[in-house]
Every structure is written in C-alpha cells, then in structure tokens.
C-alpha cells in the first residue's frame, strides 16, 4: 500500500498545489465496491480563511480528471475532497511536529505494549519516531507503523 499511496502523492499532489491550495493527505480504504479515495485539502501556510465546499468541488474536478487519464486504482471508487476539519488527521513528520503540544488519539497497525489505541500528547518528532507523551511516559512511534492519528479538538 505504501506504493500505492506515493503513487497517489505524486499525481494528486501538483492538481492541488496548481490550485494554491495543500494537498494535507490521502486515504485510500479499498473495500471492493465500496472503496473511498478520501483527499484532504487545507489553505497555503499563511493564507487567511479556510477550505470551503466551492474548494473541494474545483479540487475534486481536476483530480478526477487526472484518475481518470492516469487510472491507478483499477477497482472501482468514490473520490472524496475535503478539509482536514478540526479533528484533522495527520499523516507526516512534519504535520506533527507542526501539531506539537495537542492531544491526538493514534492507532497503531501493530500493538505496541499490548495495545494498538493510545492517546496522548504530541510532543515532537526525533528522526522518523513521532514522540507521544501518554499518561506522563514518554512514547517513541516510528511513523510507518502509525496506521492512523488524529488531532483531538479543544474548543476553550
């Protein structure tokens, strides 16, 4: 899968940055005639304001277009563009050094410790690990076996 996904990266990636906005990351959950191409867009650092449904729709049209010419998914999908939101999930190093200090839920591929679940404290990055501080123990997760995390919304 990991193939598969930087090959997505590569096509996508340039559609969505030709349109001055960022690729944030990319899901894809194969599961026969019910698979999801999921695309998460955000704003260019810097930019004012956030992604709106007018967005995604633009986005969606010159993805889906490039798919089409290019076909790597052979099975057939649902192609979904939107914001990451404020539950947004993150997918590189740099997304969470970027996230430092929030709280995240994280789902390992493989149990660490006997579980897959955790929930902490982004606390940084230190070479390909993410650093997660959980119930006051500092927790080391190389990136490839973080099957999914995403941000817990405070809303102070």
Same mark, same amino acid.
Request: aromatic share 8%.
């Given at each position: ?41 955000? &704003? ?12 995604? &729709?633009?986005v969606s ?9 290019e076909d ?5 999908? &649902? ?12 997918? &590189? ?64």
């Amino acid at each position: 899968m990991a193939g598969k996904q930087s090959q997505l990266e590569a096509l996508i990636g340039p559609v969505v940055e030709s349109l001055d906005y960022q690729l944030w990351g990319i899901e894809f959950k194969s599961q026969g005639r019910n698979s999801v191409l999921r695309i998460f867009i955000d &704003t260019l650092p810097g930019k004012e304001g956030g992604i709106s449904l007018e967005d995604c &729709t633009k986005v969606s049209r010159q993805v889906s277009g490039v798919l089409d010419v290019e076909d790597p998914i052979t099975e057939e999908y &649902t192609l979904e563009v939107s914001s990451p939101g404020v539950d947004r999930p993150l997918f &590189t190093l740099e997304q969470y050094q970027l996230w430092a200090g929030a709280e995240v839920n994280i789902r390992l591929r493989v149990p660490f410790e006997g579980r897959r679940k955790y929930r902490g404290i982004v606390k940084g990055v230190e070479d390909q690990d993410v650093v997660v501080v959980v119930d006051d123990h500092e927790l080391l997760f190389p990136i490839e076996s973080i099957d999914k995390a995403q941000v817990i919304p405070r809303f102070d």
